[in-house]
């Protein structure tokens, strides 16, 4: 495997069910995101891992709660979600995430429908 | 904070024809960067060029190239000798030093190719 894959690559799950997304990076690098993408709005971040260590958290519901257990895996649980939850879920990775010209490489994301 | 808009949802072009995509942006740090992604029905977000707010020359790689102009806050992509495999959705992003790994997308622009 190169880059970054991402799996389940499409999940249909009722608003009741508990599932997990998964992103794994071969590329060494040090730095885990996710990021929420709906139709017809901007990407939107939602978190960022470095080194392990959550960094960023942009007022996520807790109902999406993100676990990252090494530098080259990363985790988005999911619990009681809403409809307005479904959208494409993206993973990326980078270096680090310090300096304005760190380029993210991205995953094939995971289409999310809440039922 | 940063801003970036895309003001063109959609572009038609022909094969072997340029385009040119727009993109502005609206930041009040002295020290940026701009990247341009694609997107492709699968998903996946490709990124293709990376433009620095010091960079004296303009970006290129390959077909691509940036047209960077600081003054007026714009960068845009343009793409040379379009191919079928280069419709997709284009999508222009910066982080901000001051931004530390947010990266700032805009709402994209869809890119047809025809023969």
């Known amino acids: 495997e190169t880059g970054v894959t991402q799996t389940p690559r499409h999940l249909v799950m009722g608003m009741t069910n508990k599932k997990s997304l998964k992103c794994e990076q071969h590329?060494?690098?040090?730095?885990m995101y996710w990021y929420k993408q709906s139709a017809k709005k901007p990407l939107e971040l939602m978190f960022v891992y470095n080194f392990k260590e959550q960094t960023e958290n942009n007022s996520v519901p807790s109902r999406f709660s993100p676990e990252c257990p090494n530098s080259s895996h990363l985790f988005l649980h999911l619990h009681t979600l809403q409809p307005e939850d479904s959208a494409l879920y993206l993973c990326a990775s980078s270096q680090t995430t310090g300096g304005f010209s760190n380029e993210q490489f991205f995953g094939p994301g995971t289409r999310l429908t809440v039922l | 904070a940063q801003k970036i808009t895309q003001t063109q949802p959609g572009m038609f072009v022909q094969e072997k024809e340029a385009v040119t995509l727009d993109c502005t942006y609206d930041?009040?740090?002295?020290?940026?960067?701009l990247f341009w992604y694609k997107q492709p029905s699968s998903g996946e977000m490709i990124f293709l060029i990376y433009?620095?707010?010091?960079?004296?020359q303009n970006a290129t790689e390959g077909r691509y190239s940036l047209n960077f102009q600081k003054a007026r806050k714009s960068a845009n992509l343009v793409i040379s000798a379009s191919q079928l495999g280069d419709s997709a959705m284009y999508f222009c992003?910066?982080?901000?030093?001051?931004?530390?790994?947010?990266?700032?997308f805009g709402k994209g622009t869809m890119l047809l190719v025809s023969p």
């Open positions: 433009q620095g707010s010091y960079d004296q």
């Open positions: 930041t009040s740090d002295p020290s940026y960067g």
């Open positions: 992003a910066m982080r901000a030093n001051s931004g530390y790994s947010t990266l700032t």
């Open positions: 590329l060494g690098h040090n730095a």
